[in-house]
């Protein structure tokens, strides 16, 4: 009996100024974007930066990265979590702390990357589900859906995405 593979997505046609995540490489690219991004929690901007860089991969949509220099002092304290990315490598994790508020393992770092991912190396990405809200060139950000992905969803951005109910196995 033959088993079927997982069935691939139909993705949206994207419209003017939109992009869409499956034209997105597989491994991924990192490039410089200069939109102004910004990060907060506790009532208070821990990270604001025109200076940030962005992961585009195959299916997911862009994580946004933050020089670490352009991130409110005290606001990252070292967790002892790490994961593996095949392209990236080795993450290390923060909780993002601001004022009384604490997110656990709410942000993370490649301080040693792969090759081809050397910029990584002085950034830092926030998962916007756990901040009170991330904001590119102004728009509220939305989270990737999951509780493992980090992905930033603007309107300049289709899927659709994983992450989402049914996409396991894409």
């Known amino acids: 009996m033959l088993h079927a593979g997982p069935v691939r997505p139909k993705p ?4 003017p100024g939109q992009e869409s995540v499956w034209d997105y490489p597989r491994p991924p690219r990192l490039e410089r974007t200069p939109s102004r991004v910004v990060v907060a929690l506790g ?3 821990i990270a604001e930066t025109e200076r940030a860089w962005r992961v585009l991969e195959t299916s ?9 220099e352009d991130v ?5 304290d070292p967790s ?3 994961t593996l990315c095949e392209w990236k490598g080795v993450a290390r994790y923060f ?9 656990t393992d709410a942000a993370w770092a490649y301080p040693e990357p ?12 926030f998962y916007p589900r756990l901040m009170d809200g991330c904001w590119v060139d ?5 989270p990737q859906e999951g509780p493992f992905y980090g992905g930033w969803i603007t309107a300049s951005v289709v899927g659709p995405f994983k992450g989402e109910p049914g996409s396991m196995r894409w």
């Open 114 to 125: 792969m090759p081809g991912f050397e910029p990584l190396a002085d950034l830092v990405s």
């Open 95 to 103: 909780d993002v702390v601001a004022g009384r508020v604490r997110r």
């Open 60 to 68: 997911h949509p862009s994580g946004y990265y933050v020089p670490l």
């Open 138 to 142: 102004g728009e509220p950000v939305r």
């Open 43 to 45: 009532g208070t901007t």
């Open 12 to 15: 949206v046609i994207p419209g």
């Open 80 to 82: 002892t979590t790490t």
């Open 72 to 76: 409110r002092p005290g606001s990252l």
